[in-house]
Structure formats: structure tokens, C-alpha cells
């Protein structure tokens, strides 16, 4: 029944009038698709109110007006004396205070003194800009004759936008396509939660107020629900079909104790917090079904360890294990920490990444292939076509939120139904864990090893930074290694922020051979300077970075992390950042550097850094402050993309839908079912 909406759910967006292919490739790079269902997902921002006012008496410097205005003269723009002067349209309101109409392409003249001849009245719509000049408007956003004024919207959705892209093309393209669906609802049979769901986008589409857009409105509560059911229907029937008869395989033997010599040659004791993650783990090898598994572990909290003991209980039964990494140089740092380790068990532990090629590359598929290797550790390279598993027992991905629900089902088909250990080290409120990770088991190291010390965190402003670079030379000259972060990679007129080729510069002056990385770099230029940053006899003392260094590079030796514009960052990036020292024994310090202008709430992210290093706390905190949808979104930490959910609003909302995702009925599950198309929600079962 609701089945026919779809049909004009997945139509190209370049057929809808007044698109076409260009126009519809750039909608793409804005809303992540090009069909009109992403369009309809994708809601307006704010609205922008324009009644029509008599005069601009008692408006504010910035204000977006729409007001009648009498033309009263045009003065002709051109170029005088090497300075372009736009052209102006001399008009008065009601009560005959006077405006100016500015434009800057004087090509149009003729066009803009035929659209507002001398003595008419038109409806104009702008900004309003106050200068000794008087009241000014430069290229209002609507001019129209009075009968016309309908065509300007007494409230304006303003959506999120892209290159190429103008308000007029969104609202163009929002009426078009309500419109087609109006016309195509009346012959439709479309069920009653459908009619439901189109009306509240609607609504959201051709908000009234900003009301109509708060988190908490009726209408985009109501989305915020239907998406959070699809996830949470989505997370049910994984964890369903995890668990059933279907999903089963053998519980293995193990031939030989390694576990025990693992332990033995550790150079530390496991925290409490380890070894309990570590039994979890093995309990569920004693099971028929296959381990999903979480473990989540604030940064420097021996996740990896974890991870390795897994690997090496796996390996007694003679079962091979692959380690999955985001990054290169993190599987690199991995497989240099893990193989020594493998080498002293007698385990054959080996590296692919997508740098193998030829020969080499095949002498590793074929180990693979024969069971030699044990441990293997990579990218994505370890799930490409050409590889095979003798026995695949169990796969460790690393930071799994960058790992999608495809990537995932790739390399669990290389076995028969493996066991799955995801690790993060970007902690999310435990409020969220179960509804976020419903269809998994969730380990928490909540400890740190002994011997870390706390790392000492400080907030200075920015204006204090020559004085810091004087209070780290002694501490570089005793040997200390520095990270200094920027938030851009070039200096740009558009901002104050110091940029990381600026401040690369400047402290090449104080600390020769000081080091740079940022993305824009060729990834193994990139990848030399991180890694002879990290090597211990290495003259690199300092290394300027943007956030590429956030997550994949690790080096003991670093005791000092200088995060500048400490105040544009989220709490989340910022511990992440801090979490690059402290990794040694030695006592290390994190120096938040705040800018002029910031705000009270940028103060606040920065206290909470100061006051606490738990990631857990950072991320309630974190939570509490925001409040919209992108704490767990890819513009963070890459997790879930909500289109509609906001996390600290709809907190209630989730556990409302996972209740009702575990407990519906029929009818429940043919609308959760709609919604997963909708919401495009993948499981594994493909329902």
C-alpha cells in the first residue's frame, strides 16, 4: 500500500521542473543524494520572518526588512578613478525616510532602471545596512510590484546550503515537489501513518516560525521518532538474527594454552578494568552464537591489549584473527606494537594494506589463505576480493564507527559466521550506549594502566603564546616532544585563527627542524613526518598539525599537546586531541589556547577539560551543552547521521523507540519496515 509513495520518493531530483542534471548534481553535494526523498530529509535551518513594514524607522543595523518603497532617482555605477561604484536607486518609504538600493553589476543597468522606474512603488526585501550615508539595501533578495507581493514569503524557510545554491532554488524546489505529491497522494492508498509522516514534512518544509523547527516541536518530534524506530527496528533484528538457530557455529577447542605465556611476557599488570573486559570476551567464545561486542575505553586505557589477549585465545584453537585499522599508519603502529609480541608466542602475525602490491602482496594472500598467519593485521585491504581466510575466527575493528554496516558484513563473509570485537575510543554517554548499540554487548574500560599519571590541562589566551614557546624550551631542550595543533591549514581573510603553515613558520624560527602535517599533504609525505615525529631518535621535537593527528599516531615520547582556538573545537576532538600524550610514565601537559572573541559557552568546553579527564564525563558533559544532532554524527565522531534527532532533546524519544522496536506487533513491523527505507537503515537479514 504505501509501497506506490516510493516511486516518487526515489525520483532523480533533475526530473522535477525547473532542475535538470547541473543543478541536481549540485543539490547532491548538499543533501548526500540527488532523489527527492533526500531532499524531503533534509529540513530548513531557521526561518526568516519578512512582513511587510511602512518604514524603516526603528529597524536595526543588519535586520532582513521587507518594506514599500517609492523610487525616487537612479544614480549610475561605473568605474571613477580605479574604484567601482555600484549603481543606486534612490527610494523613500511611507512616511518618506529615504533608502538606497545598491547594485554592484553595473552590466544590468538598463535591466534594474526598467524594473523600478522613477516614481512606482515596489515591495523590496533585504538586509539593511546603516552608514553615514543613511539607510542602504545592496541586492535585495525580492523586489515585486505590490500586486505581486504574495510571491514573498511572509516567512522564510532558509535551508542549509551549498556552492551553486540559492534559497530561491530550495523553495523552488519544495513547491514543485509538494505539489506532484499532493497530486499523486489522491490516488494513492496510502496508509494513515504515511499520510501522518508526509504531513509533518510538510509542515517542517513551510514552517510558520522557528518554533516549527525546535527539536521539541510537535512535527519534528514526530520525524525524530519515526527515524529513531527505524534504527532502533533495524538494531533489533540484527541482535535477533545474531542470536538464532541460523546464526550459530561451532564453540572451539583450544589445542594449546598461549593465554598464559601472554600473560607472562607482558612488561605490566592488566587493570581490573582489562581483565574483566578480557573474561567477558572469552565467555563468549564458550557460546554457539557469534560475539558482538563493544568495547569502549577512554583513549590510553589498553584497549589494544585487550584486543591482543582475544586474538591469542583465538589462536589456541587455531583460528585466525584479523585486526582491522581506519588508517595506514594506525595498522602500521599496531602490527610494530603486536608483532614482537606474536613472535615470542610463536604466532606468525602480518600487515596488509592497500601500499602491498605484486609479489609481496601475494605471498602474504597465500599465507592467509594456508592458516599460516595467525594474526593479521590491516586496512581495507583485509576484506578485498583476492583475499581468503583458512579459518576466520574472529575480527577486531578498531575505531568501528569508521566502519560501515556493509564494510563490517564484508569481512565477517570471509568466515563462517567469525566472532566481532569492535573497539572505540571515542566514549559516548553510557545514557546512549544500549540505544545506540543495542544489537551488541558493551564492555567499558573505565580504568587507566598503572604508572599514567593524569595528564596537568590549562587553558591560556591566545595572546600568551610567545611566553608559552619560552616555557617549553627547556622542557624541549631536556628532551619533551611537542604536538601544537591549529584548526586550519592556511591563514585565510575570512578569520582570526592562527593557521598551522603560520605557526609552523614561526616556530621553525625557535625550534629548527620542527615538523608539519595537515591533510592537504600527500599521504605519505604526511605519513614520513608523523612517523619521524614518533620515532625516539628522531630531531623532530615539534610537530605543527591540524586534527589529522586526533586519531593513528602514537608516540610515548610527546609530553606536551598545544591545542590553538582550543574554543572552536567540540569536547569530543579535544580530549581525543589531549589523548596523543599521556602515553608515556612521564608527567604530561595539555595547554588549551582561547582566542579573543570567545564565547562564554567556549569558556565552559574549555572548564570541563580542565576539570576532568574521564571520557565518559566529557562526553555527558559534551551531551548536555549541545545538543544537536552531530555529537555522535560524522562531523565528530562519525557515527550515526541523524537527519531529524537531536540527542540531548529526544533523549526520552530513544528509549521510547527501542521499547517499541523489541516489542511490535505485525502492523508495528510493516511501518518500522517502511520507515528503514525510508531512513535507509540496513540489516543484516536485509529486511
Known amino acids: 500500500m504505501d509501497n506506490e509513495i516510493f516511486d516518487f520518493f526515489n525520483t532523480d531530483l533533475q526530473f522535477i521542473h525547473g532542475v535538470g542534471p547541473v543543478l541536481a548534481s549540485k543539490f547532491n553535494e548538499v543533501l548526500g543524494g540527488r532523489r527527492v526523498l533526500d531532499f524531503l530529509l533534509h529540513i530548513p535551518s531557521y526561518v526568516r520572518p519578512r512582513e511587510i513594514l511602512d518604514s524603516v524607522v526603528g529597524a ?65 526585501s533585504g538586509k539593511l545596512d546603516f552608514n553615514s550615508r543613511g539607510a542602504i539595501i545592496n541586492h535585495p533578495d525580492f ?50 501513518r504515511m499520510m501522518e509522516l508526509l504531513d509533518a514534512l510538510e509542515h517542517v518544509h513551510f514552517p ?53 605465556k601472554f600473560y607472562e611476557i607482558l612488561p605490566f599488570q592488566l587493570t581490573g578494568a582489562q581483565q574483566r573486559t ?59 606494537k603486536l608483532q614482537p609480541m606474536c613472535e615470542k608466542l610463536g604466532l606468525y602475525c602480518d600487515i596488509l594494506t592497500g601500499r602491498d602490491k605484486g609479489a609481496p602482496r601475494r605471498e602474504k594472500l597465500i599465507s592467509l589463505k594456508s592458516g599460516r598467519t595467525k594474526i593479521a593485521i590491516g586496512t581495507h585491504a583485509l576484506f578485498s576480493n583476492d583475499v581468503e581466510y583458512k579459518d576466520l575466527g574472529l575480527v577486531i575493528i578498531d575505531e568501528q564507527h569508521r566502519f560501515g554496516v556493509d564494510q563490517r558484513s564484508a569481512i565477517r563473509a570471509k568466515g563462517n559466521n567469525p566472532d566481532m570485537l569492535a573497539l572505540s575510543a571515542t566514549p559516548i554517554p553510557r545514557t546512549l ?46 628532551g619533551a616532544k611537542v604536538f601544537w595543533v591549529c584548526p586550519l591549514v592556511a591563514e585565510s581573510e575570512n578569520s582570526d585563527m592562527m593557521a598551522a603553515e603560520a605557526r609552523f613558520n614561526e616556530l621553525n624560527k625557535h625550534f629548527p627542524g ?19 615525529f614518533a620515532d625516539v ?44 600524550v599521556g602515553r608515556g610514565s612521564k608527567q604530561s601537559f595539555c595547554i588549551l589556547l582561547y582566542g579573543n572573541n570567545v564565547s562564554p559557552d567556549g569558556i565552559k568546553r574549555l572548564d570541563v577539560l580542565c576539570e576532568t579527564d574521564d571520557g565518559f564525563v566529557i562526553a555527558e558533559q559534551d551531551l548536555m551543552m549541545r545538543g544537536v ?59
Not at 589462536?315 to 603502529?333: C, H, K, R, Y
Not at 591533510?519 to 619521524?532: A, H, L, S, T
Not at 517502511?674 to 537503515?681: K, Q
Request: charged share 25%; glycine share 6%; proline share 4%.
Open 60 to 124: 536595526q543595523n543588519g535586520d532582513t526588512i521587507t518594506i514599500s518603497l517609492q523610487i525616487k532617482s537612479h544614480k549610475k555605477g561605473g568605474v571613477f578613478r580605479g574604484r567601482r561604484a555600484p549603481t543606486q536607486i534612490v527610494c523613500a518609504d511611507k512616511f518618506a525616510a529615504p533608502v538606497t538600493i545598491q547594485f554592484f553589476n553595473t552590466k544590468f543597468l538598463d535591466y534594474w532602471t526598467e524594473k523600478l522606474p522613477i516614481g512606482a512603488w515596489r515591495i523590496v
Open 143 to 192: 523586489i515585486e510590484t505590490p500586486e505581486n507581493a504574495y510571491k514573498i514569503p511572509a516567512h522564510q524557510a532558509i535551508y542549509p546550503s551549498g556552492e551553486g545554491l540559492t534559497q530561491k532554488n530550495f523553495a523552488n524546489v519544495r513547491d514543485e515537489i509538494f505539489k506532484i505529491m499532493h497530486e499523486r497522494i489522491a490516488t494513492y492508498k496510502l496508509s494513515e
Open 208 to 260: 510558520e516560525s522557528n518554533d516549527d523547527l525546535a527539536p521539541n516541536g510537535t512535527y519534528v518530534a514526530k520525524l525524530a521518532y519515526s527515524e529513531l524506530l527505524a534504527h532502533q527496528s533495524a538494531i533489533a533484528i540484527n541482535r535477533r538474527m545474531r542470536i538464532s538457530q541460523k546464526n550459530t557455529r561451532p564453540v572451539r577447542e583450544s589445542k594449546k594454552n598461549l593465554v598464559d
Open 278 to 336: 578480557i573474561d567477558e570476551i572469552f565467555a563468549d567464545f564458550k557460546k554457539p552464537v557469534p560475539m558482538m561486542r563493544l568495547v569502549q575505553g577512554d583513549v590510553g586505557s589498553g584497549k589494544t591489549m585487550v584486543a591482543m589477549a582475544a586474538a591469542v585465545k583465538m589462536a589456541e584453537s587455531g583460528a585466525q584473527t584479523v585486526i582491522l585499522a581506519p588508517t595506514d599508519t594506525l595498522a602500521q603502529q599496531h602490527f610494530a
Open 433 to 478: 550506549s544500549m540505544t545506540v548499540y543495542g544489537d551488541m554487548d558493551i564492555s567499558i574500560i573505565n580504568e587507566k594502566p598503572a604508572g599514567r599519571m593524569p595528564i596537568k590541562t590549562s587553558k591560556l589566551p591566545i595572546a600568551r603564546a610567545d611566553a608559552l614557546i619560552e616555557r617549553i624550551k627547556p622542557q624541549i631542550d631536556n
Open 514 to 532: 620542527t615538523g608539519l602535517c595537515h591533510g592537504q599533504m600527500d599521504k605519505k609525505q604526511r605519513d614520513g613526518v608523523m612517523n619521524e
Open 537 to 580: 631518535n628522531s630531531k623532530m621535537r615539534v610537530l605543527v598539525s591540524t586534527t589529522v593527528i586526533e586519531v593513528g599516531i602514537d608516540v610515548p615520547s610527546a609530553t606536551i599537546m598545544v591545542i590553538e582556538n582550543a574554543e572552536r573545537f567540540g569536547l569530543a576532538a579535544l580530549h581525543q586531541l589531549r589523548g596523543r
Open 629 to 687: 544532532g552531530e555529537l555522535l554524527g560524522t562531523k565528530q565522531s562519525g557515527w550515526i547521521q541523524y537527519h531529524f534527532v537531536n540527542y540531548r532533546e529526544h533523549r526520552d524519544l530513544f528509549k521510547l523507540a527501542q521499547t517499541a522496536a523489541m516489542n511490535n506487533n505485525d502492523d508495528d513491523a510493516v511501518w518500522a519496515k517502511t520507515l528503514r527505507r525510508i531512513f535507509n537503515c540496513s540489516t543484516i537479514a536485509g529486511a
